[in-house]
């Protein structure tokens, strides 16, 4: 499975962005998949996940802000992020557990940086 993210770029605090995660390969042997991020110095943390059947989860610091989807005939995820704020600052990485092994699928990473 090949993961690619695109969408980042700079935005002013207060802006949008979306992002979105292309997949390919052997779709067939992921289901959830889920957004991370990692800034300077730090740990890289989950951002949101999303399953097969749609149901999302998000991480306390961006509830309410942005918000994870999924297109199944795309095979594309969506991570679409409102009202930014400077600590949003980070690499954002796309990932897809394996279903029945333990591969962990990753993208290559798009930064975003929010100015003050």
């Known amino acids: 499975v090949q993961l690619v993210e695109s969408g980042g770029g700079l935005v002013q605090a207060g802006g949008s962005l979306r992002l979105s995660c292309l997949a390919s390969?052997?779709?067939?042997?992921?289901?959830?998949m889920g957004w991370y991020r990692q800034a300077p110095g730090k740990q890289r943390e989950l951002v949101a996940t999303?399953?097969?059947?749609?149901?999302?989860s998000y991480a306390d610091s961006v509830k309410g802000r942005f918000t994870i989807a999924r297109d199944n005939a795309k095979n594309t995820v969506y991570l679409q992020m409102n009202s930014l704020k400077p600590e949003d600052t980070a690499v954002y990485y796309c990932?897809?557990?394996?279903?029945?092994?333990?591969?962990?699928?990753w993208g290559q990473g798009t930064q975003v940086t929010v100015s003050s």
């Open positions: 990932n897809a557990p394996a279903i029945l092994s333990i591969d962990d699928y």
């Open positions: 390969g052997m779709v067939f042997s992921i289901n959830a």
């Open positions: 999303i399953t097969g059947g749609s149901r999302t």
